[in-house]
């Protein structure tokens, strides 16, 4: 499935979300260190709630050491400064979606690795600076993987009620 990455995630209870949304949909939720919470965070836990156990979770010491452990073909940066929309990609299997930190979001030099295939935005309207950090990363995801038919998902519908 797709690898979503969060490059110096600030905000316990984000990341909680986003391991339920790694959990729900079947992707990798990747953290690059230094984090700004700890793991063990109240916070963390109780947005994380019980998916902690059903989310592939890995933390990178660095951009450098997740970069060496992703091999990725292709890196799309989330960032207000892009010009394509993230209904624009195509999205592939193994496709990495990286985020930056909730208060100033990707850094240019990050932005400028060599190792970024896109840069991608979600559209707003003009008086807007940029969403909540999980919303967007739920947004993305869910777009690549409506594009792959929401593979491996069930019907959603109550065991009980499935023929």
């Keep these: 499935m797709f690898r979503i990455v969060f490059f110096h995630p600030e905000i316990p209870g984000n990341t909680g979300n986003a391991i339920r949304l790694a959990a ?3 992707c990798e939720l990747h953290l690059i260190e230094p984090l700004g919470f700890s793991l063990e965070d109240r916070y963390l836990r109780r947005a994380g709630l019980d998916y902690h156990d059903l989310a592939e979770v890995r933390i990178h010491r660095d951009l450098e050491a997740a970069w060496q452990a992703l091999a990725p073909e292709r890196v799309h940066a989330f960032t207000a400064r892009a010009r394509l929309r993230h209904t624009d990609v195509s999205y592939a299997a193994g496709d990495v979606l990286l985020f930056g930190p909730e208060s100033v979001g990707l850094p240019s030099e990050v932005l400028a690795d060599r190792r970024i295939t896109g840069r991608v935005r979600l559209p707003m309207v003009p008086a807007s600076r ?6 967007t990363a739920s947004v993305a995801v869910y777009e690549a993987w409506r594009q792959h038919d929401f593979a491996g998902a069930g019907s959603g519908q ?5 023929q």
Aim: aromatic residues 0%; glycine residues 8%.
């Design 158 to 162: 109550p065991l009980a009620d499935q």
């Design 24 to 26: 729900n949909t079947g």
């Design 130 to 135: 940029s969403l909540n950090l999980t919303n």
